[in-house]
T-cell receptor, first 115, second 117 residues
Framework: DVKVTQSSRYLVKRTGEKVFLECVQD?????MFWYRQDPGLGLRLIYF???????EKGDIPEGYSVSREKKERFSLILESASTNQTSMYLC??????????????FGPGTRLLVL | AQKITQTQPGMFVQEKEAVTLDCTYDTSDQSYGLFWYKQPSSGEMIFLIY??????QNATEGRYSLNFQKARKSANLVISASQLGDSAMYFC??????????????FGAGTRLAVHP
């Protein structure tokens, strides 16, 4: 089974803090994704990566950056947290191989509260 | 731009009955894929079922089936014999191709399903 883990289930941070959200997958997947989920808006893509050290902006990259130094690890960084970044953050990975290669497998999510 | 629409914010169903969750999509691509995910209160998104645009048969996975009507651009999820554990948010998603050969998923707003005993 695919296993995607996220470093924290719940986080409380203060405005202006630098926040790191870590994601690790154990299936040697090429592709990794970061989403945020807000009520009524579904999931929105922040950043994604198709290879080590490679990153692409998603639909809402402003205020975020990412790092992928190793294939299995994809980090989301909030350089200076703001209250409007209070949200649920979900990490996902996919193999990119074959007909079902775009199927994304998700971690348990991190609920971030910025005060 | 591609879009996924789920018009039912919430649905109720009696245990052991079947329920249909609606999903319509908008795309000009000929090749695309449609996905359904389940999100229990714990928060994790669980992949349920996939339908490719060229698949002639409707996809099925256990109690889940996808009612794919290409001309109507709909991909409704049917859950047969509902169980209490089916209570969750359900998201419909579509693959969107990007420049450079990459692709991403676009998600609908979701439908919250409550199964009553």
């Amino acid at each position: 089974d695919v296993k995607v883990t996220q470093s924290s289930r719940y986080l409380v941070k203060r405005t202006g803090e630098k926040v790191f959200l870590e994601c690790v997958q154990d299936m040697d997947h090429e592709n990794m994704f970061w989403y945020r989920q807000d009520p009524g808006l579904g999931l929105r893509l922040i950043y994604f990566s198709y290879d080590v050290k490679m990153k692409e902006k998603g639909d809402i990259p402003e205020g975020y950056s990412v790092s992928r130094e190793k294939k299995e690890r994809f980090s989301l960084i909030l350089e200076s947290a703001s209250t409007n970044q209070t949200s649920m953050y979900l990490c996902a990975s996919s193999s990119g191989q074959g007909a079902l290669g775009e199927t994304q497998y998700f971690g348990p999510g991190t609920r971030l509260l910025v005060l | 731009a591609q879009k996924i629409t789920q018009t039912q914010p919430g649905m109720f169903v009696q245990e052991k009955e079947a329920v249909t969750l609606d999903c319509t999509y908008d795309t000009s691509d000929q090749s695309y894929g449609l996905f359904w995910y389940k999100q229990p209160s714990s928060g994790e998104m669980i992949f349920l079922i996939y339908q490719g645009s060229y698949d002639e048969q409707n996809a099925t996975e256990g109690r889940y089936s996808l009612n794919f009507q290409k001309a109507r651009k709909s991909a409704n999820l049917v859950i047969s014999a509902s169980q209490l554990g089916d209570s969750a948010m359900y998201f419909c998603a579509m693959r969107e191709y990007l420049l450079g050969g990459y692709n991403k998923l676009i998600f609908g707003a979701g439908t919250r399903l409550a199964v009553h005993p």
